[in-house]
């Protein structure tokens, strides 16, 4: 278990770096898949397997692609990170150093428990239940948001749509 | 045996990583990438949270979030054809338009 | 752990789905003869010496069907527990399934009918 962890951790955050670190897009959306099989890795080890299952079809998976079709869509230029001026590096590197060491020395100071409770049995009958009886309002507007999502993103993405 | 301060941990350290790499990268898909990311270190919290209080709530937000996100890389990837489209650039700093 | 054995069979399927690929990859490294020059080594096209620019326009539609998947691979993850739990859930649950549903095909119908549906 501890093992699993030290190995997801390396392939999740060290696919994040790789995104942020990559000079070429393509690269980058590799990495992203490699962060998001990590991330889905834990939800397996947490006992969220519908979770889990869902994070590589839909991230690892579809989403994956859509960001490798818009790579292939628009032209491709090389973005590295350490090309940016030093004031935004000073800035945009101190805010995300500040907001680490805030994140991780409260983490620190508290007490968090150890034990993980046995993952209950028929996860995703639970997660089927759950989803009719106290979250069936936001399941119908998840169906209205896809609707206006998909309708918009298909006006914005048609060749003759637009106001050009 | 992990506890849940070092999920959270790696939800932070994801989380920085991902606003890092959104403030700093020039290319929009790059900047979208880092939002995925940072949604990705909340969902993973709110499925820890969920796992180590025994209650499944947790898992059926982080659901929820997934749609959420795959919705909004969709519209966010179609304006971004569309501006490319219409700019020929998918540079954040060539998309000035608007700024006088 | 109990819990976690039945992640065996997962993790065979992963080995063997990695092995195979990897192994005819090496297979045919191993046994294809090699001789690489500059020429045999450029990117064939039609015969014609390769542009510099290889970054084509695509045809926009790539995207369209991406898009048009990922909507409805959302719709698939809230069915299928909705389906895993169907026997103790009754009527309520089939006719709230059924307006989710309801909702969605009326995106289909509009991609139908803008006629996104075709290659062309």
New interface residues.
Partial sequence: ??EA?GIL?LA??GG??G??LATD?VH??YF?VL??LG?AG???L???E??GA??I???A???A???L?????????A?P?WG?SPA??LG??G??AL??WL??TH??R?P?????????P???????????R???V???V??????A??????L????EG?A? | ??????????G??????????A?????A??V???I??ML?AA??NL??F???S?R??G??F???V??????????G??????L???R????MDDIDLLKG | ?P?FLG?TYVAVFLLFGILIPVGALLANRLLAPRHPDPEKLQAYECGLATPSDN?L??N?R???F??????F??????L???????N??GL??FV?MI??IG??V??LV??WK?R?LEWL
């Avoid at chain 1, 079709?69 to 230029?77: K, N, P, Q, S």
């Avoid at chain 2, 045996?1 to 790696?10: I, T």
């Avoid at chain 3, 299928?80 to 169907?86: H, N």
């Fill in positions: 278990m501890p962890f951790t999740t955050l994040a770096l995104v942020v897009v980058s959306a992203l962060a998001f991330v834990y939800y397996f947490l006992g969220g519908f979770v869902v994070q079809l839909i991230y998976g579809a989403v692609v859509l960001f079709f818009a790579v292939m869509l628009t032209r491709r230029r973005d990170v940016r935004r590096w945009v590197g805010a995300a907001l680490a994140l991780l983490l620190e508290h968090w428990p150890t034990k993980l409770p046995p993952p209950a028929h996860n995703t009958a639970l997660i089927g239940k759950a989803l009719f106290p979250f069936v936001p399941f119908e998840v169906s209205v948001l896809l609707l999502a998909l309708v918009g993103a298909l914005l993405a048609r060749k637009g050009s | 045996m992990p506890s849940l301060g070092d999920f959270l941990a790696v932070a350290g994801l989380f920085v990583l991902g606003l890092f790499g403030l700093m990268k020039r290319t898909v790059a979208l990438m880092g995925e990311l990705n969902n993973l499925v820890a969920a796992a180590f025994g499944i709530s898992q059926i982080a659901l929820f997934i749609a959420l996100a795959a919705a909004e890389v969709a519209v990837l179609a304006i971004l054809l569309s490319f489209r219409s020929a650039t998918v540079r | 752990m819990y992640y970054t326009p695509y926009v790539y995207y369209i991406a898009l048009l998947f990922v909507v691979d959302v719709e698939t993850i809230f299928y527990p909705w389906a895993v739990a169907f103790r859930l309520f649950a709230e307006v989710f909702i969605l009326v995106g509009y991609a803008k996104l």
